[in-house]
């Protein structure tokens, strides 16, 4: 599928937000600095946000899942420093 044809594919909705003029300046002046408009500036921040938790998240439950198969096994007995450092 053309790059085109998968972005008309993708309905839009608008939504307004309500922000400190402050805060709206200096983002303006971000994404103009990375050549993009405040709203394709938006767009990325969320889905680079969204990805990175749902990254995040995969990986918490992945490492749960590994311990409780026993995959990281934890000493019954209390280690003295020598046997944790013995090389």
Partial sequence: ???????VKIQKRNITLS???QLIRKAKVEAAGR???????IQQAID???RFDHGYIAAG????AASEKALF????K?????????R
């Fill in 1 to 7: 599928m053309c790059v085109t044809l998968k972005y």
């Fill in 19 to 21: 922000l400190p003029a």
């Fill in 35 to 41: 050549n993009l408009s405040l709203n394709a500036w």
């Fill in 48 to 50: 680079h946000t969204l």
């Fill in 61 to 64: 439950e992945r490492i749960l």
């Fill in 73 to 76: 096994k934890v000493p019954k």
């Fill in 78 to 86: 209390r280690l003295t420093r020598a046997e944790l450092y013995e």
